[in-house]
């Protein structure tokens, strides 16, 4: 495929006479072509208005039509083969097998998504028939289905440039639900965006739908995107980035004269906690999970495992010396680019400098800068110096992480207390080390999305029980998924029709239940006609 740089709004490439910019190849530190043409608001103005004119159109096409759509992305994108990876691999550094691995979930989660909208129990249908006779008052019909919000705009990250991305879960969603979308381009990987979203345009049109369902803006430097946040016809948006850009954004979307919800998936430290029990049983494995964890994709998962608690003991110390020798033996990597890697050294350099803070190990071969490489780096510290530097609880994105040694149970569950909104918290355990530190689950239920036993957060599970979210700052709205087929609700709301004739509801809400879904049907739960 040919890339030309420039956004594409409606199924159209439509140039700018703005700025443009290169993408660079992190390993190597050269420009990547074409140059990107940069949106202006005109663009912004275009995309939003190609969406909420082709809206009703694209609400009203049947569940099959839609799912079909999101087959022939999927379809299409495979068939781009190779290139797709290439490309990617340029931009982002990571590895082949990872982007394969990548590509291999951004289909499947189209898939996933097809098969959902086919099936319709998502739109949560309730049906409560109407009682006539009853007394003292007659029971009106009502009843209730999800409908679609109207146009969204997605914001992927650049840490995954497919399952999070022009294709991702949140495009996929919304296209199910009935949503156009307009996505901002990652500025990391604006090519590897332009390919898919190209590809994206391709199954628009071979399936019969408005070309206004689907647009991609480039950009970089914030502006592009805050103007679609703010766009009087924007109706949602879905974003996985930063804490800081989540916020700005979350602020604009929230401060507008018509609010609009902002579905922010954030940064998070991911806090582990080791039980005695694991340790006595098995330190060494769980240290091998550990740095596993902490190295994968070089870090740059917002499921890394960025802080660990212990009870000091021997144990202790031989899970430190076992992830000691595996931090040393790990081979710097080319992180996502030089912005990241510049970051990752700052925070690194922050951590070390903090009195109280020892280095426990870090790859013995050194980073190449000039590559964005990052070394592997693990600190220990006690539970005083964790309490008195904030600084310890924010996100350093990359393969860092501290230990923290504390002294009793009590003081597991006073960190536990501490901690601001995760997106996972990992327990490491036996049976009996959960039944005595069931006051821990307690705490974590109130702070994380999701909490994992004997295990680490990262390699997240895509399926219909999967919670990827949790409270600020790990997200911006602790209810919605942005991973699984829940994240479908982002999308859609509720909208209840009271004393419509049967022929006049919209079809899940008829008395025959073409579909076979699952209704709610005065009260009980029923595939069935009424
Ligand atoms: P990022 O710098 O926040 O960028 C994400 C997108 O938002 C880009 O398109 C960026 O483009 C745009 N953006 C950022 N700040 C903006 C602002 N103030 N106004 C308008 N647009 C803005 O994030 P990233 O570096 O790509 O991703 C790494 C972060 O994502 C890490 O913190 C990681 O933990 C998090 N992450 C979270 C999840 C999750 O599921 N919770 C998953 C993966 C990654 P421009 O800057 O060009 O405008």
Same mark, same amino acid.
């Given at each position: 495929?040919?890339?030309?740089?420039?956004?594409? %709004?409606?199924?159209?490439?439509?140039?700018?006479?703005?700025?443009?910019?290169?993408?660079?190849?992190? @390993?190597?530190?050269?420009?990547?072509?074409?140059?990107?043409? #940069?949106?202006?608001?005109?663009?912004?103005?275009?995309?939003?208005?190609? =969406?909420?004119?082709?809206?009703?159109?694209?609400?009203?096409?049947?569940?099959?039509?839609?799912?079909?759509?999101?087959?022939?992305?999927?379809?299409?994108?495979?068939?781009?083969?190779?290139?797709?990876?290439?490309?990617?691999?340029?931009?982002?550094?990571?590895? &082949?097998?990872?982007?394969?691995?990548?590509?291999?979930? &951004?289909?499947?989660?189209?898939? +996933?998504?097809?098969?959902? %909208?086919?099936?319709?129990?998502?739109?949560?249908?309730?049906?409560?028939?109407?009682?006539?006779?009853?007394?003292?008052?007659?029971?009106?019909?009502?009843?209730? &289905?999800?409908?679609?919000?109207?146009?969204?705009v997605?914001?992927?990250?650049?840490?995954?440039?497919?399952?999070?991305?022009?294709?991702?879960?949140?495009?996929?969603?919304?296209? !199910?639900?009935? $949503?156009?979308?307009?996505?901002?381009?990652?500025?990391?990987?604006?090519?590897?965006?332009?390919?898919?979203?190209?590809?994206?345009?391709?199954?628009?049109?071979?399936?019969?739908?408005?070309?206004?369902?689907?647009?991609?803006?480039?950009?970089?430097?914030?502006?592009?995107?805050?103007?679609?946040a703010?766009?009087?016809?924007t109706?949602a948006v879905a974003f996985?980035?930063?804490?800081?850009?989540g916020r700005?954004l979350f602020d604009a979307c929230t401060?507008r004269?018509?609010p609009i919800p902002f579905y922010g998936?954030?940064?998070?430290?991911?806090?582990?906690?080791?039980?005695?029990? =694991?340790?006595?049983?098995?330190?060494?494995?769980?240290?091998?999970?550990?740095?596993?964890?902490?190295?994968? !994709?070089?870090?740059?998962?917002?499921?890394?495992?960025?802080?660990?608690?212990?009870?000091?003991?021997?144990?202790?110390?031989?899970?430190?010396?076992?992830?000691?020798?595996?931090?040393?033996?790990?081979?710097?990597?080319?992180? +996502?680019?030089?912005?990241?890697?510049?970051?990752?050294?700052?925070?690194?350099?922050?951590?070390?400098?903090?009195?109280?803070?020892?280095?426990?190990?870090?790859?013995?071969?050194?980073?190449?800068?000039?590559?964005?490489?990052?070394?592997?780096?693990?600190?220990? @510290?006690?539970?005083?110096?964790?309490?008195?530097?904030?600084?310890?609880?924010?996100?350093?994105?990359?393969?860092?992480?501290?230990?923290?040694?504390?002294?009793?149970?009590?003081?597991?569950?006073?960190?536990?207390?501490?901690?601001?909104?995760?997106?996972?918290?990992?327990?490491?355990?036996?049976?009996?080390?959960?039944?005595?530190?069931?006051?821990?689950?307690?705490?974590? #239920?109130?702070?994380?999305?999701?909490?994992?036993?004997?295990?680490?957060?990262?390699?997240?599970?895509? $399926?219909?029980? &999967?919670?990827?979210?949790?409270?600020?700052?790990?997200?911006t709205h602790?209810?919605?998924?942005? %991973?699984?087929?829940?994240?479908?609700?982002r999308?859609?709301?509720?909208?209840?029709?009271?004393?419509?004739?049967?022929? $006049?509801?919209?079809?899940?809400?008829?008395?025959?239940?073409?579909?076979?879904?699952?209704?709610?049907?005065? !009260?009980?739960?029923?595939?069935?006609?009424?």
């Amino acid at each position: 495929m040919t890339l030309h740089g420039q956004s594409i %709004i409606a199924g159209v490439p439509t140039p700018e006479f703005g700025d443009s910019f290169h993408p660079i190849n992190p @390993t190597t530190g050269e420009p990547l072509q074409p140059p990107i043409q #940069e949106a202006l608001g005109s663009l912004a103005d275009a995309a939003m208005e190609a =969406a909420d004119r082709d809206f009703d159109e694209f609400r009203a096409k049947s569940p099959e039509q839609r799912a079909k759509l999101l087959e022939a992305i999927a379809n299409g994108l495979e068939a781009l083969g190779d290139e797709l990876l290439r490309r990617a691999h340029a931009e982002t550094a990571l590895p &082949m097998a990872r982007l394969t691995a990548e590509r291999g979930r &951004m289909t499947m989660q189209a898939r +996933l998504f097809a098969n959902l %909208i086919r099936e319709g129990t998502w739109l949560e249908a309730r049906i409560d028939r109407a009682i006539p006779d009853r007394q003292p008052m007659p029971k009106p019909d009502i009843r209730r &289905m999800m409908q679609p919000l109207g146009p969204v705009v997605v914001f992927g990250a650049s840490n995954f440039p497919f399952a999070i991305s022009v294709a991702g879960t949140d495009t996929v969603s919304a296209l !199910g639900a009935g $949503c156009p979308v307009v996505v901002k381009a990652h500025p990391g990987h604006p090519g590897t965006c332009e390919m898919v979203a190209t590809v994206i345009s391709e199954a628009v049109k071979k399936t019969g739908m408005p070309p206004g369902v689907f647009s991609l803006l480039q950009g970089k430097g914030n502006y592009i995107g805050m103007a679609l946040a703010k766009h009087r016809l924007t109706q949602a948006v879905a974003f996985t980035g930063s804490l800081k850009g989540g916020r700005a954004l979350f602020d604009a979307c929230t401060s507008r004269a018509t609010p609009i919800p902002f579905y922010g998936e954030l940064g998070s430290v991911n806090p582990v906690f080791l039980l005695p029990g =694991a340790l006595r049983e098995r330190a060494t494995e769980v240290a091998e999970a550990f740095v596993g964890s902490l190295t994968m !994709g070089v870090g740059q998962f917002c499921t890394n495992p960025g802080l660990v608690f212990g009870l000091k003991s021997a144990e202790l110390g031989s899970f430190m010396d076992k992830t000691a020798s595996l931090v040393k033996e790990w081979q710097p990597s080319t992180m +996502l680019h030089g912005g990241i890697s510049a970051a990752f050294d700052s925070g690194v350099e922050r951590f070390a400098g903090i009195h109280g803070i020892r280095l426990a190990a870090k790859s013995e071969a050194p980073a190449d800068a000039l590559a964005s490489q990052a070394a592997a780096t693990v600190f220990i @510290t006690d539970q005083k110096t964790f309490e008195e530097n904030e600084t310890l609880r924010e996100e350093v994105f990359g393969p860092t992480s501290v230990v923290t040694y504390c002294e009793s149970k009590e003081d597991l569950e006073q960190l536990a207390e501490s901690f601001d909104g995760q997106l996972t918290a990992s327990i490491h355990g036996t049976p009996e080390d959960l039944k005595e530190h069931a006051r821990l689950v307690r705490i974590l #239920e109130r702070k994380v999305g999701r909490i994992i036993f004997n295990g680490f957060g990262t390699g997240i599970e895509v $399926c219909p029980s &999967m919670h990827h979210g949790g409270l600020y700052p790990a997200a911006t709205h602790s209810f919605f998924t942005s %991973i699984g087929t829940a994240a479908i609700y982002r999308f859609v709301r509720p909208v209840c029709y009271q004393g419509f004739p049967d022929e $006049c509801l919209p079809e899940p809400l008829q008395n025959k239940n073409a579909n076979g879904a699952w209704r709610l049907v005065d !009260g009980k739960m029923s595939n069935g006609d009424v």
